[in-house]
């Protein structure tokens, strides 16, 4: 979640009190900034603000290597370009249950995980029952649980964050906007390419003299001597 900051929960989640007395409660040390190419002029550790970004408990990638079995752990951040989408952190969360097949052997510190690539993952089961209470007395259970946490990551993965709805009403008046100006290019097309049409027909009938009978030119047309005995195309 390296790419999103706290305040996206903001009225979503939690209010601003809330939020920040959650967030205080972790540190922030100037090696996330480095981490992130931020260079600002802090020195030691500080308490996180709601404005500042999600930063990893980790201070470089040697150092989430080291502590996950040498594999660098995907971020959650673009988690919705696997396949499944929001579906995929679901099985991922809560397919632990199911027991390897004959013939795979799971090394030592990894699981068997069939939702997972090569159906052998690195990351032990997260989610137990029982694990957190809920305030409306919801059971905590494990399908319960992923539902929640898969929904959170699918909501902090959008690239809008909490404007996607404001944004899709502007998407719907653009297209809108562009739907309604169709007729009218249609017709300025069509009058182009009659116009187009109209004009030649026009100066077969100069040429023959069909029609500019001007009463100032004494009922005569005053073009049609210009293209008499001339050949048109």
């Not at 089961?125 to 409306?136: A, H, K, M, T, W």
Request: net charge positive.
């Amino acid at each position: 979640m390296i790419y999103k900051k706290y305040d996206a929960l903001l009225d979503k989640a939690y209010r601003q009190l809330e939020l920040a007395a959650m967030v205080s409660s972790f540190s922030i040390n100037p090696a996330h900034h480095h981490f992130k190419q931020y260079y600002y002029q802090e020195w030691e550790d500080r308490d996180r603000l709601i404005h500042d970004r999600i930063y990893p408990t980790y201070f470089s990638q040697d150092e989430a290597k080291n502590a996950n079995g040498g594999v660098w752990p995907t971020d959650l951040s673009k988690i919705h370009k696997r396949p499944g989408g929001i579906n995929y952190v679901y099985n991922i969360l809560t397919g632990y249950h199911y027991k390897p097949p004959y013939g795979i052997d799971i090394p030592k510190g990894k699981s068997f995980n069939p939702y997972f690539d090569h159906m052998i993952i690195g990351m032990p089961r997260q989610l137990y029952d029982g694990l957190v209470d809920y305030e409306d007395g919801t059971p905590a259970s494990t399908p319960q649980m992923a539902y929640d946490v898969s929904n959170f990551v699918s909501y902090m993965q959008r690239r809008y964050g909490s404007k996607f709805p404001d944004h899709m009403v502007k998407m719907y008046m653009f297209a809108t906007g562009f739907a309604l100006c169709l007729p009218f290019a249609y017709i300025r097309t069509r009058a182009y390419y009659r116009n187009l049409l109209s004009v030649r027909w026009e100066m077969y009938a100069v040429r023959d003299g069909v029609y500019y009978t001007h009463f100032k030119k004494g009922g005569r047309n005053s073009r049609a001597y210009q293209f008499k005995q001339k050949i048109w195309a």
